[in-house]
């Protein structure tokens, strides 16, 4: 019998799903889509906060599909999205990112480090981050 999924958000810049299980998995995959302006980081950001604040977070894992993000990395931008990376991940049982590159990989694990995030672990392969989310 396949698990129960239902979309929390879909727009062209994120989709937010949840598959109920023991524990629950979250699955937030960020399309190819270029966030342009800041005040598009506060629409995208801040809906993908809304979607998933009913949750019981205790009871859910975290996967942050990022491979098709375009990268971006100035001053503006980075500050701007700062203020919901903690609110996306933090009460989370565990969390995994998704990175395509090392470069991607390097950005989240700075923003682990100076979130103080020390839970978020970072794969390149979706069934290894899936494999640890469920299983430890």
Known sequence: MAERSESLLDNRFVSVRRTLGR???????????AIETLEQVDEVWG????????????RHVLLLDMRDAP??????FERRVAKYRTATVAGFVRVA???RSLPGQLQVQRHA??????M?????????ALDWLTHG
């Open 113 to 118: 480090r100076e979130d103080g995030l020390g």
């Open 47 to 58: 809906a993908v906060s809304r979607a998933i604040v009913p949750l019981d977070r205790s």
């Open 120 to 128: 978020v672990h970072i794969f390149a392969a979706e069934q290894a």
């Open 23 to 33: 524990p629950g998995l979250v699955r937030v995959v960020r399309s190819g889509a």
């Open 71 to 76: 990268g971006r990395n100035d001053d503006a």
């Open 97 to 99: 990112v998704l990175v």
